[in-house]
C-alpha cells in the first residue's frame, strides 16, 4: 500500500450528512483493528470524542475526495456542496471584476443557505482568519482562495447557525479548514487542465509536500504554485453575443439638444457607415436617432488570469508527556485580473470647434438640424453618448500570511489548549486600461488640455451634470502650445500621446486588513450520571480586527465631481475593533440512547456591546437503524469592519417605475432614470440576529445502506445591505432630502430630482427588514461489494429550497425568492464510485433545477417577447467522470472529465453575459490529467 492510499487516522464522517465531491463521498477508512485513533475535535463542538452521528448535521470532504475531484482551489470544492448553491452569496473568481457589482477581483467566498458570506463563519484549524482587505461591496467575508488546496486534510461543514460555539456571527454556520500535519516522507504532484472548446483556459498546479517525523517532534512543509489563464464570454456561443447589445458605442452619437431635439423627437447623428464610421452590421436607428451598437461580452472576461504561490509550514514538539508545542505558518502572493466592458460616457460635452470633426458627420448635423452651416452649432457644447474603445481592466497584487502557535495537553483526563493567532491580509489594484479621469476627459474634449498639461479656460465645466459653457475664449494656441483634443471619431483608436498621459489613468487602491487573537479552552468530564459522564468544554478568545481600504485620490466622489472616474467606483473603509467571548457547553447523557447538548456563548464588542446565544441540541437513538437529531439556536452578527468603516461607494441603479412610481413623476409605464448613485456609511447601524433550528433523521436499514434526512429553518432579521427601491419610497415619504439636480453633497443620505424623475440617489446603508429560509437536506449512501469486480458505492445528496422570503421593508412588502432568479429550489448531486486494486473510476451527475428568469423588459423586447412574460431558466444537468491508478512504485495518474458530454448552461435574459455564473458555468467540457509520486 502506497503513501496516497494510506489510512487517515481521525477522519471522523457524518454518516448520512455524505458529500458527492465529483462523484466521491466523504466516508472515512476503514480502520485496522487495534489501531489507535487520535481523539479530535469535530466541528460543531469544542469537546473532545463526541459522536460524529451527533445532534448536529456536519458535512466533510477528506483528503482523497479533494484528490478525486480535480479541484483547484478550495471554491471549486464548496461549490460542488448543494448546501452553499442558490443565490448569489457564494461566489468564485469567475464573478470577480473591476466594478463595484463584481466580486472583488481574484477572489472567492462561501455562502451557507444563500445568506452571504458574510454570515458564514470560515475557520483554518477552527481559528479565525483575518478578512479579505478588499470587501464585497460592503460586505466583509474571508477569501478562501487564499488557502492552498494541496495543504488542506479536510474540509467540515456545519451547514446551520453555530453562534453558541463559534461566534456570534456564525449565522448560517461554518467551513472549518483542516490542515495537513502529520504528513511523513515526500509527495510531488503535477496537474494540468484545459477545456476542449479550442481556445486556451489550461489551469497548471504543481505542488510538494515533506514531512518528517522526529523524535519528539513533526515537520512538515508545503509548497503550492499554481497558474489559470483567462475565459472570456466571447469564447463560448452561449455568451459571445449581447441579447441586447448597448446602444452607447465607440462610434458615439451626438445631439446638441437644440437644434437636433426639435419638437417631433430627437434626432442623434453618428458616424454613418462609410470612411471609418460605424460599420454597417452596427448601425442602427432607434427612438432618439442614430447609434452605433455595441457587443459587451466581445470584451468582458468570464473568468480572468489568476496566478499565486503558497508555503505552509507546520512544526509540532512534544515537550513532556503531556504538553505539545505546535505552530502553523501560512503565506501566499497572488496576482490576478479583473475585465469589464468599456464605461460607457454620458451627455458628454465637446467642442463643436474641434478640427477633427469628420466631414460626413459635419454634413448629417447640418441637413438634421436645418442649420445654415455648421458654424450655427459653434458657442454651445454638442454632447456625446459613447463607450470608450477599451476595457475597464485591473490587476491585483495580493499577500496574506498567518501565524498560530500554542500549547496543548492534558492533566487529570481533562485537555487544554491555549494559542496566540495573527492573520494578515494586503492587496493592491491597479487600472491596466480603460479607465478615465472625467475632469481631463472633459478638457480634452472641449479643448481645454494642452499636450504638456497645461489647462486653459475656453469653457468652463459642469462635473456634477456633464456640460460647459463657453469661457474666456483663449486656446493652448494662443499660449504657443498644442491643444490635446480627445479624437471621439473613427472608432476612437487614434488618440495623441497627451491623452495616455493625462486622461487615462491607474487609480490605484490599496487594502489592509488584520487580527490579532487569543484564545483557550478545557474539556473532559464533569460529573457521572446514570447514563454517563457529562462531557464539558469552557472557553475564551480575545481578537482585535482593523481593515483599510483606500482608494486613489483621483478616484474619491466629491460634490462637484461625483464620477471622478468614468464608469468606476471607488471603495473606502476604515476601520478597527475589539472583541472578546466565553462559552461554556455540556454533553449530557439523559439515557443510554439519549444525548443533550447545551452550549452559551457571550459575545462582546467594544462598539457594539455584547450579546449571549445559547444553543440547544437533541440527539436520540430508537434502536442502531433509526437515530433521531435536532438543534436550536440564536445568533447575533455585529456589522462588519467594511459596513462600520464604509465610506462612500460610487455604484449604479436604474429607477423601476412600476415600484416606485413618484421617482418617475407618477407614471408607472415609463423607463427610469439610470443612476450614477452612491452607497453611503450609516453610524447607525444595529446587529443583525436571526433564530436556526432543525431537525432531521439518520437512518440505517441495512449494513451497505445509509440515509439521513434534515430540516432546516432560518429567520435572519435586522439585515444590514442596501434596498433602492425602499430608500427611494421612503426619501419620497420625507424620510430622507429630495432636492433639486446637483444639490445633494457626496455622502449626504437622499434624491435629486428633474422634472419629476429621480435623476441620483445617495442610498444609505440601512437596518432593513428580515428573511427566512428553509429546506430539506437529503443524503443517500448505497454500497455494493463483489468478489470479482470491485467494491461500488452510489451516493446522492440533494437540497430542496422550501422558501426563502424577505420582507426589506413593510413598503415593498414580502417578497419569495424560492425558485426565482438564481434561486432554484432543487440542487442535486450523485455518483457511482467504483475500486478494484489499484484502479478506481467514478461516475458523477450535478443537476441544478430550473427556476423563473429577471430580464429588463428592453431585454424581452430585443427577444421579441412582451415586456411582461414570465421566462423560465431550464434545468442544468452535468456529468463528471474521473479514472486513476496506483502504482506500486509509489506514484499515481487520474484523468478527469468535467462537463463529460460538454453540455452547454442554460440561457439567463437576467444576466449580462446570457450566464448565471453562480449556479451555472460556461467553461464546457474541461480535462485534467494529474500525476502524483511519493518518495
Given at each position: 500500500m502506497n503513501k496516497r492510499t494510506r489510512l487517515y487516522q481521525a477522519i471522523h464522517v457524518a454518516i448520512g450528512c455524505s458529500l458527492v465531491c465529483?462523484?466521491?463521498?466523504?466516508?472515512?477508512?476503514?480502520?485496522?483493528?487495534?489501531?489507535?485513533?487520535?481523539?479530535?475535535?469535530?466541528?460543531?463542538?469544542?469537546?473532545?470524542?463526541?459522536?460524529?452521528?451527533?445532534a448536529v448535521q456536519v458535512v466533510q470532504i477528506d483528503r482523497d475526495d479533494i484528490e478525486a475531484s480535480g479541484a483547484t482551489s478550495p471554491i471549486e470544492i464548496l461549490q460542488q456542496l448543494t448546501q452553499t448553491g442558490g443565490g448569489s452569496g457564494t461566489f468564485s473568481?469567475?464573478?470577480?471584476?473591476?466594478?463595484?457589482?463584481?466580486?472583488?477581483?481574484?477572489?472567492?467566498?462561501?455562502?451557507?443557505?444563500?445568506?452571504?458570506?458574510?454570515?458564514?463563519?470560515?475557520?483554518?484549524?477552527?481559528?479565525?482568519?483575518?478578512?479579505?482587505?478588499?470587501?464585497?461591496?460592503?460586505?466583509?467575508?474571508?477569501?478562501?482562495?487564499?488557502?492552498?488546496?494541496?495543504?488542506?486534510?479536510?474540509?467540515?461543514?456545519?451547514?446551520?447557525?453555530?453562534?453558541?460555539?463559534?461566534?456570534?456571527?456564525?449565522?448560517?454556520?461554518?467551513?472549518?479548514?483542516?490542515?495537513?500535519?502529520d504528513f511523513e516522507g515526500s509527495e510531488i504532484t503535477l496537474s494540468h487542465g484545459n477545456s476542449t472548446a479550442g481556445s486556451d483556459e489550461g489551469k497548471?498546479?504543481?505542488?510538494?509536500?515533506?514531512?518528517?517525523?522526529?523524535?519528539?517532534?513533526?515537520?512538515?512543509?508545503?509548497?503550492?504554485?499554481?497558474?489559470?489563464?483567462?475565459?472570456?464570454?466571447?469564447?463560448?456561443?452561449?455568451?459571445?453575443?449581447?441579447?441586447?447589445?448597448?446602444?452607447?458605442?465607440?462610434?458615439?452619437?451626438?445631439?446638441?439638444?437644440?437644434?437636433?431635439?426639435?419638437p417631433s423627437g430627437s434626432r442623434d447623428q453618428t458616424q454613418e457607415p462609410g470612411a471609418s464610421g460605424c460599420p454597417a452590421d452596427q448601425f442602427k436607428v432607434g427612438r432618439l436617432g442614430e447609434y452605433c451598437e455595441f457587443n459587451t461580452n466581445a470584451v468582458v472576461a468570464t473568468q480572468d488570469e489568476y496566478e499565486s504561490g503558497s508555503l505552509i509550514g507546520t512544526f509540532n514538539y512534544q515537550l513532556n508527556d503531556n504538553v505539545e508545542w505546535f505552530n502553523t505558518a501560512m503565506a501566499q502572493m497572488s496576482r490576478s485580473r479583473g475585465t469589464a466592458s468599456p464605461a460607457n460616457f454620458s451627455r458628454a460635452?465637446?467642442?463643436?470647434?474641434?478640427?477633427?470633426?469628420?466631414?460626413?458627420?459635419?454634413?448629417?448635423?447640418?441637413?438634421?438640424?436645418?442649420?445654415?452651416?455648421?458654424?450655427?452649432?459653434?458657442?454651445?457644447?454638442?454632447?456625446?453618448?459613447?463607450?470608450?474603445?477599451?476595457?475597464?481592466?485591473?490587476?491585483?497584487?495580493?499577500?496574506?500570511?498567518?501565524?498560530?502557535?500554542?500549547?496543548?495537553?492534558?492533566?487529570?483526563?481533562?485537555?487544554?489548549?491555549?494559542?496566540?493567532?495573527?492573520?494578515?491580509?494586503?492587496?493592491?489594484?491597479?487600472?491596466?486600461?480603460?479607465?478615465?479621469?472625467?475632469?481631463?476627459?472633459?478638457?480634452?474634449?472641449?479643448?481645454?488640455?494642452?499636450?504638456?498639461g497645461t489647462l486653459v479656460d475656453r469653457w468652463e465645466l459642469d462635473l456634477a451634470r456633464p456640460g460647459a459653457s463657453y469661457g474666456s475664449g483663449e486656446t493652448c494656441e494662443d499660449l504657443g502650445k498644442t491643444t490635446a483634443w480627445y479624437n471621439p471619431f473613427n472608432g476612437q483608436g487614434e488618440?495623441?500621446?497627451?491623452?495616455?498621459?493625462?486622461?487615462?489613468?491607474?487609480?490605484?487602491?490599496?487594502?489592509?486588513?488584520?487580527?490579532?487573537?487569543?484564545?483557550?479552552?478545557?474539556?473532559?468530564?464533569?460529573?457521572?450520571?446514570?447514563?454517563?459522564?457529562?462531557?464539558?468544554?469552557?472557553?475564551?478568545?480575545?481578537?482585535?480586527?482593523?481593515?483599510?481600504?483606500?482608494?486613489?485620490?483621483?478616484?474619491?466622489?466629491?460634490?462637484?465631481?461625483?464620477?471622478?472616474?468614468?464608469?468606476f467606483s471607488s471603495t473606502s473603509a476604515d476601520a478597527e475593533r475589539d472583541q472578546w467571548a466565553v462559552y461554556m457547553e455540556q454533553m449530557i447523557p439523559l439515557a443510554s440512547n439519549t444525548e443533550l447538548q447545551l452550549a452559551l456563548r457571550y459575545d462582546h464588542y467594544d462598539s457594539f456591546g455584547g450579546d449571549a446565544n445559547p444553543k440547544?441540541?437533541?440527539?436520540?437513538?430508537?434502536?442502531?437503524?433509526?437515530?433521531?437529531?435536532?438543534?436550536?439556536?440564536?445568533?447575533?452578527?455585529?456589522?462588519?469592519?467594511?459596513?462600520?468603516?464604509?465610506?462612500?461607494?460610487?455604484?449604479?441603479?436604474?429607477?423601476?417605475?412600476?415600484?416606485?412610481?413618484?421617482?418617475?413623476?407618477?407614471?408607472?409605464?415609463?423607463?427610469?432614470?439610470?443612476?450614477?448613485?452612491?452607497?453611503?456609511?450609516?453610524d447607525d447601524l444595529q446587529p443583525e440576529t436571526a433564530t436556526t433550528w432543525g431537525a432531521g433523521f439518520l437512518l440505517k436499514p441495512t449494513t451497505d445502506t445509509e440515509l439521513t434526512i434534515d430540516y432546516w429553518n432560518i429567520e435572519h432579521e435586522n439585515l444590514i445591505g442596501v434596498e433602492e427601491d425602499d430608500?427611494?419610497?421612503?426619501?419620497?415619504?420625507?424620510?430622507?432630502?429630495?432636492?433639486?439636480?446637483?444639490?445633494?453633497?457626496?455622502?449626504?443620505?437622499?434624491?435629486?430630482?428633474?422634472?419629476?424623475?429621480?435623476?441620483?440617489?445617495?442610498?444609505?446603508?440601512?437596518?432593513?427588514?428580515?428573511?427566512?429560509?428553509?429546506?430539506?437536506?437529503?443524503?443517500?449512501?448505497?454500497?455494493?461489494?463483489?468478489?470479482?469486480?470491485?467494491?461500488?458505492?452510489?451516493?446522492?445528496?440533494?437540497?430542496?429550497?422550501?422558501?426563502?422570503?424577505?420582507?426589506?421593508?413593510?413598503?415593498?412588502?414580502?417578497?419569495?425568492?424560492?425558485?426565482?432568479?438564481?434561486?432554484?429550489?432543487?440542487?442535486?448531486?450523485?455518483?457511482?464510485?467504483?475500486?478494484?486494486?489499484?484502479?478506481?473510476?467514478?461516475?458523477?451527475?450535478?443537476y441544478t433545477h430550473s427556476y423563473m428568469d429577471d430580464p429588463s423588459p428592453r431585454v424581452l423586447e430585443a427577444v421579441g417577447l412582451a415586456d411582461d412574460a414570465a421566462v423560465e431558466v431550464d434545468a442544468w444537468t452535468v456529468f463528471d467522470l474521473s479514472v486513476s491508478r496506483d502504482f506500486s512504485n509509489g506514484s499515481w495518474l487520474s484523468l478527469r472529465v468535467d462537463n463529460l458530454l460538454d453540455e452547454e448552461p442554460p440561457l439567463v435574459l437576467g444576466t449580462g453575459a446570457n450566464v448565471d455564473h453562480f449556479n451555472h458555468s460556461s467553461m464546457g467540457r474541461f480535462v485534467t490529467l494529474r500525476y502524483g509520486h511519493a518518495f
Open positions: 465529483g462523484g466521491v463521498v466523504a466516508q472515512g477508512a476503514p480502520r485496522a483493528d487495534g489501531e489507535a485513533v487520535e481523539e479530535v475535535v469535530v466541528t460543531g463542538t469544542h469537546i473532545k470524542g463526541l459522536d460524529t452521528e451527533g473568481t469567475a464573478t470577480g471584476g473591476p466594478l463595484s457589482s463584481n466580486t472583488p477581483v481574484g477572489a472567492a467566498g462561501v455562502s451557507l443557505r444563500g445568506l452571504g458570506a458574510s454570515s458564514t463563519l470560515v475557520l483554518v484549524n477552527g481559528r479565525r482568519v483575518s478578512v479579505s482587505s478588499f470587501a464585497k461591496g460592503q460586505e466583509s467575508f474571508v477569501d478562501v482562495n487564499s488557502i492552498p488546496l494541496s495543504a488542506i486534510e479536510r474540509v467540515e461543514v456545519l451547514p446551520s447557525g453555530a453562534a453558541a460555539t463559534y461566534g456570534a456571527d456564525a449565522v448560517a454556520g461554518v467551513v472549518n479548514f483542516v490542515l495537513r500535519d497548471y498546479n504543481l505542488n510538494w509536500v515533506w514531512g518528517r517525523k522526529g523524535e519528539r517532534s513533526h515537520t512538515m512543509l508545503v509548497a503550492d504554485f499554481f497558474t489559470r489563464n483567462a475565459l472570456y464570454d466571447r469564447d463560448r456561443d452561449i455568451s459571445a453575443n449581447s441579447v441586447r447589445p448597448s446602444q452607447q458605442g465607440v462610434y458615439p452619437s451626438f445631439n446638441d439638444l437644440y437644434f437636433l431635439d426639435p460635452p465637446f467642442d463643436p470647434e474641434s478640427p477633427l470633426w469628420p466631414e460626413g458627420l459635419v454634413t448629417d448635423m447640418v441637413v438634421e438640424g436645418e442649420v445654415g452651416d455648421f458654424s450655427d452649432y459653434y458657442g454651445y457644447p454638442i454632447l456625446a453618448w459613447g463607450k470608450f474603445p477599451d476595457p475597464r481592466a485591473v490587476e491585483v497584487e495580493s499577500q496574506s500570511a498567518r501565524l498560530v502557535t500554542g500549547l496543548r495537553g492534558d492533566i487529570s483526563d481533562w485537555d487544554w489548549e491555549v494559542a496566540a493567532n495573527i492573520g494578515r491580509s494586503a492587496s493592491e489594484q491597479r487600472g491596466i486600461s480603460g479607465l478615465y479621469n472625467s475632469e481631463a476627459f472633459y478638457n480634452a474634449s472641449m479643448g481645454n488640455l494642452c499636450t504638456d488618440q495623441l500621446d497627451a491623452i495616455d498621459q493625462f486622461v487615462r489613468t491607474d487609480a490605484k487602491r490599496s487594502g489592509v486588513s488584520s487580527l490579532y487573537a487569543l484564545d483557550g479552552n478545557i474539556s473532559g468530564s464533569w460529573f457521572e450520571l446514570p447514563a454517563g459522564a457529562v462531557q464539558v468544554a469552557i472557553g475564551a478568545e480575545f481578537r482585535r480586527e482593523t481593515v483599510e481600504d483606500t482608494p486613489s485620490g483621483d478616484a474619491v466622489s466629491t460634490t462637484l465631481n461625483p464620477e471622478p472616474i468614468l464608469g440547544v441540541a437533541l440527539r436520540h437513538a430508537f434502536n442502531d437503524a433509526i437515530i433521531f437529531r435536532g438543534n436550536w439556536s440564536t445568533s447575533f452578527r455585529a456589522p462588519s469592519l467594511a459596513q462600520v468603516g464604509a465610506g462612500t461607494l460610487l455604484s449604479s441603479y436604474t429607477v423601476d417605475c412600476s415600484v416606485t412610481p413618484g421617482a418617475c413623476d407618477g407614471l408607472t409605464d415609463e423607463s427610469g432614470e439610470a443612476l450614477l448613485s452612491e452607497e453611503v456609511s450609516n430608500f427611494i419610497l421612503r426619501a419620497l415619504a420625507g424620510d430622507f432630502p429630495v432636492v433639486g439636480e446637483g444639490e445633494l453633497r457626496t455622502g449626504q443620505p437622499g434624491l435629486e430630482i428633474a422634472n419629476g424623475f429621480v435623476v441620483d440617489a445617495h442610498f444609505e446603508l440601512s437596518n432593513l427588514g428580515w428573511q427566512k429560509t428553509s429546506g430539506v437536506d437529503m443524503a443517500l449512501t448505497q454500497y455494493f461489494d463483489t468478489d470479482n469486480w470491485g467494491s461500488f458505492r452510489f451516493v446522492l445528496d440533494a437540497t430542496y429550497l422550501a422558501e426563502f422570503e424577505k420582507l426589506p421593508s413593510d413598503a415593498l412588502g414580502v417578497v419569495s425568492e424560492a425558485g426565482q432568479y438564481t434561486y432554484p429550489r432543487w440542487l442535486v448531486n450523485s455518483a457511482l464510485r467504483w475500486r478494484y486494486e489499484e484502479w478506481s473510476a467514478t461516475m458523477g451527475a450535478r
